[in-house]
């Protein structure tokens, strides 16, 4: 069974960061995309943005500039660095692994997800 933790989650006040963390096992790690998104109340879940294993970044148009995601080999855990964060980042986020290949099709996994609330 593949877990995906998560932590780092909080209340911080409008222009505050935090740091999110989520740690898999290394055998997922080493192949999939690791990435974030967000599920604010009433809304559909988005992309914050995600890292493929070689390291290639996608983001949200909203988070360009503010978030940043990277990976950590050694540690097998994926970082979502978030600054200058507003009420309207206020969300639930998940961890996300996705895999997809022509062989073995697509598996993805989510974590169980972490409160962000910003304060204004």
């Known amino acids: 069974q593949v877990q995906l933790v998560e932590s780092g989650g909080g209340l911080v006040q409008l222009g505050g960061s935090l740091r999110l963390s989520c740690v898999t096992s290394?055998?997922?790690?080493?192949?999939?995309?690791m990435g974030w998104y967000r599920q604010a109340p009433g809304k559909e879940r988005e992309l914050v943005a995600d890292?493929?294993?070689?390291?290639?970044?996608t983001y949200g148009v909203s988070m360009r500039g503010r978030f940043s995601i990277s990976r950590d080999d050694a540690k097998t855990t994926v970082y979502l660095q978030m600054n200058n964060l507003r009420p309207e980042d206020t969300a639930v986020y998940f961890c996300?692994?996705?895999?997809?290949?022509?062989?073995?099709?697509?598996?993805?996994?989510w974590g169980q997800g972490t409160q962000v609330t910003v304060s204004s």
């Open positions: 996300n692994a996705f895999y997809s290949d022509v062989v073995s099709g697509t598996e993805e996994y």
């Open positions: 890292m493929t294993n070689d390291g290639r970044a």
């Open positions: 290394r055998s997922v790690f080493r192949l999939y995309t």
